[in-house]
């Protein structure tokens, strides 16, 4: 009874431990990600930038690039889904703008004044992560969308962070998005190879990414219309340590006293 009582206490503190460092993940990486929407509301503040001209829209744009490095383009759209202007890091200036009036990252800012997040796709020739963002632009007199902001966003720091935490032995920490699909790892090649995990909806002793027994912790981390799971698991053996060895001392004590007394 002593040792069952162990192995439960030692289960519910080993679980304990995955959830803490799960809820750190996600306020992590939530942090991450609001940073640049903030930076896109400051920019979309400015009193009537759908209206002003080429250059000074330009300008406008262009400083934002390197002040904030995660975005990889940045792109005005008039109140039609039009492009005004499109700034990028590392692409060369079109020669011709575009039409985004069907795109979510205009449509819903236009017709619902609200924040936009893309789900997470993959760049095809690095496979780094990317994910759009767009704000609405109102019209300070009549209060009405005026046009939309979109950006284009590297979140290749959130590998980074995630290979940045310190781990248990056994431990593995690591995010999956709405699909199932594992867009942070420890291990890039995880990400690469386009691994898939259906994130359990309840914490505990489950399969792990590996199919191996594990104590398993699922935290969401909640945008707007999008959400990622991150995950943290220890490898069962590893996780109740403690409590299997001090289970084998006890059943070996016992089997021993067992054998005496048949003596």
Do not use: C
Not at 50 to 70: A, N
């Amino acid at each position: 009874m002593l040792a069952w009582q162990s192995y439960i206490t030692q289960e519910q503190q080993a679980l304990r431990l995955q959830r803490e460092v799960a809820q750190r993940v996600a306020a992590q990486v939530s942090a991450f990600l609001h940073e640049p929407e903030n930076q896109l509301r400051f920019v979309s503040q400015v009193e009537g930038l759908p209206k002003l001209d080429r250059d000074k829209q330009r300008g406008i744009l262009s400083e934002l690039l390197p002040y904030q490095r995660v975005f990889e383009e940045l792109v005005l759209l008039d109140h039609k889904g039009h492009e005004q202007i499109r700034v990028s890091r590392n692409r060369p200036a079109p020669t011709v703008l575009g039409d985004r009036a069907e795109t979510d990252e205009f449509v819903i800012p236009q017709t619902r004044g609200q924040v936009y997040y893309s789900p997470i796709r993959f760049e095809a020739t690095t496979g780094e992560p990317l994910m759009s963002i767009a704000v609405p632009l109102l019209d300070a007199r009549t209060g009405l969308v005026d046009g939309v902001l979109a950006s284009e966003v590297r979140i290749r720091a959130i590998w980074d962070l995630i290979a940045g935490i310190r781990v248990s032995p056994g431990q593995s920490v690591y995010i999956v998005d709405a699909q199932n699909t594992v867009v942070a790892h420890r291990n890039p090649s995880v990400v690469l190879r386009g691994t898939n995990f259906a994130a359990p909806t309840q914490d505990g002793v489950q399969p792990g990414l590996n199919g191996a027994r594990s104590v398993l912790a699922v935290e969401k981390a909640r945008f707007e219309g999008q959400e990622l799971n991150i995950v943290v698991e220890q490898t069962w053996p590893e996780a109740l340590a403690m409590a299997i060895n001090s289970l084998y001392i006890i059943m070996t004590v016992l089997g021993a006293t067992f054998v005496v007394s048949g003596f």
